[in-house]
Nanobody, 115 residues
């Protein structure tokens, strides 16, 4: 059974940092481009960042320079390091392959940026 489990979210003050993790099972993780996505209240889910099997990265303009995506294929895990967080980063964060597979959406992890 293929499963992606996100963790690491929480409440943080503006300017703070968080590191999200996504552990994968049931797939040949190393062969997939992986992505982080987010959905803010009342908005559509959006792509935040991707990382290819060769570790090439892409970032949405809104997070470029503040977020870093990385992967550890030995641990079947993809990470999202988030710095200089702002209230507009508040959302539920999800990982998935890129392009996303409908069947792989998990519960996500809530990130709330507030003073």
């Amino acid at each position: 059974q293929v499963q992606l489990v996100e963790s690491g979210g929480g409440l943080v003050q503006p300017g703070g940092s968080l590191r999200l993790s996504c552990a994968a099972s049931g797939i040949i993780f190393s062969s997939y481009t992986m992505g982080w996505y987010r959905q803010a209240p009342g908005k559509q889910r959006e792509l935040v960042a991707t990382i290819t099997s060769g570790s090439r990265t892409y970032y949405a303009d809104s997070v470029k320079g503040r977020f870093t995506i990385s992967r550890d294929d030995a641990k079947n895990t993809v990470y999202l390091e988030m710095n200089s967080l702002q209230p507009e980063d508040t959302a539920v964060y999800y990982c998935n392959t890129w392009p996303a597979r409908w069947s792989l959406w998990g519960q996500g992890t809530q990130v709330t940026v507030s003073s």
